[in-house]
């Protein structure tokens, strides 16, 4: 990956972290930003989030509807003359790290539950 698209991304990740804190909608401001992959072109990025909500589908629609006012954003505070489409996706990877955390916690206590047997 060019050094330049990697610059844009995180650019445009941190202004997306701005934007979202600075919105009054309490759904869409405590939502975390964990990366943002930007197509080869930069007409396209994917923002991949996580939310400790537990109507995901609420949260997605929300920042859908307010993807205009991000881009809008973006666009005043970066300078550029374009801002990339923004699609969100809810970023799994958090909660699989999550649950394999668990696994070894519990592994963790039988191994030491054995020991003391």
């Known amino acids: 990956m060019s050094v330049h698209l990697e610059r844009t991304q995180s ?24 990366d943002v992959i930007c197509s080869r072109g930069k007409y396209n990025a994917q923002v991949f989030i996580h939310t400790d909500s537990e109507d995901r589908a609420m949260v997605l629609k929300a920042l859908r509807k307010a993807s205009g006012i991000l881009r809008e954003y973006v666009l005043s505070n970066s300078g550029w003359y374009k801002c990339p489409k923004l699609e969100f996706v809810v970023d799994e990877s958090m909660a699989r790290a999550q649950s394999l955390e668990r696994i070894f916690q519990s592994i963790a206590q039988e191994n030491e539950a054995e020991k003391k047997a």
């Not at 650019?11 to 964990?34: G, N, P, Q």
Request: proline share 0%.
């Open 11 to 34: 650019l445009l990740k941190e202004l997306l972290i701005e934007a979202l804190s600075s919105l009054e909608d309490s759904r869409i401001s405590s939502v975390s930003i964990t």
